[in-house]
């Protein structure tokens, strides 16, 4: 892994950050009071919430198998990737694309640190830190411009990212500003929070209060984020239920029913 920041990193860990929460919750030990003061209050909401993260981080690797795998993809924009942990993005693209490229972006200092410790030397990799609110300075970005041939098609990838973006933060604008740039056959890969009725809207609000963003959206705004695009089978569906590898439950439980995501492709 190579990127453009060499400086110490500092950050603040006084308040609570969504990739040291959201690693915390996948059994992760990169956290400090803040992020575990909020853990604490979801999981009194719904004890269950840490499977939110695990069905996450599966259909990520489910999601990039099938675009390394089935749709030969070698380039991807991973926005708001968290910090590294087991089957990240460049090892599954590569175990079938070997020379598939990937670009992190996260806005959190401390995954531009851990990030040059854990995913080691490979040159077809950076890290960069970066708001992926503004996507013309994201695209923009040294290490974007060396690494992706945007005359090729790119993954975009929002997993588990879209709904910490409050509805002022216009994250379909967000969506389109990347995917106006890249060309077609190109694919948008997106996990979102799904408003489903009361339990749902408990648990957004414990978000909300105590980790300052979390939105749960309706199925409607969700597809909102795919106009323009085909999504591919089974479309957007809860994540366990999307290409799974393993029996799936049904009928699925509250938590497996409030995090759904899809794969869509530019013609």
Do not use: C
Not at 43 to 56: C, F, G, K, S, Y
């Amino acid at each position: 892994m190579t990127s453009s920041e060499s400086a110490p990193v500092d950050f603040d860990v006084s308040k609570p950050s969504i990739s040291r929460v959201y690693d915390a919750l996948l059994g992760g030990k990169d956290f400090y009071p803040s992020d575990e003061r909020v853990i604490e209050h979801l999981r009194q909401t719904m004890p269950e919430v840490d499977e939110l993260a695990r069905l996450n981080r599966a259909v990520l690797g489910r999601g990039v198998k099938y675009l390394a795998g089935k749709a030969g993809l070698k380039q991807y924009l991973d926005l708001g990737a968290g910090l590294p942990t087991m089957e990240n993005t460049h090892q599954v693209a590569q175990a079938f694309q070997p020379d598939a490229k990937v670009v992190y972006v996260d806005k959190d200092p401390i995954v531009l640190a851990h990030g040059r410790a854990l995913l080691g030397d490979n040159d077809q990799i950076r890290v960069i830190t970066a708001d992926l609110r503004d996507p013309a300075a994201v695209l923009a970005h040294p290490d974007v411009q060396k690494m992706i041939d945007f005359s090729e098609p790119v993954a975009v990838m929002f997993v588990g990212m879209l709904h910490h973006l409050h509805d002022d933060e216009d994250p379909e604008g967000v969506v389109a500003g990347y995917m106006d740039a890249v060309p077609a056959g190109s694919h948008l890969f997106v996990t979102h929070f799904l408003d489903n009725g009361p339990e749902s809207q408990a648990l957004e609000k414990s978000f909300l209060d105590f980790l300052g963003t979390g939105r749960f959206r309706t199925e409607a705004e969700i597809l909102r984020l795919f106009r323009g695009f085909d999504l591919v089978e089974p479309g957007l569906v809860p994540l366990s239920n999307w290409q799974p590898d393993t029996i799936v439950r049904d009928p699925l439980p509250l938590v497996e029913q409030i995090i759904v995501g899809g794969i869509a492709v530019k013609s």
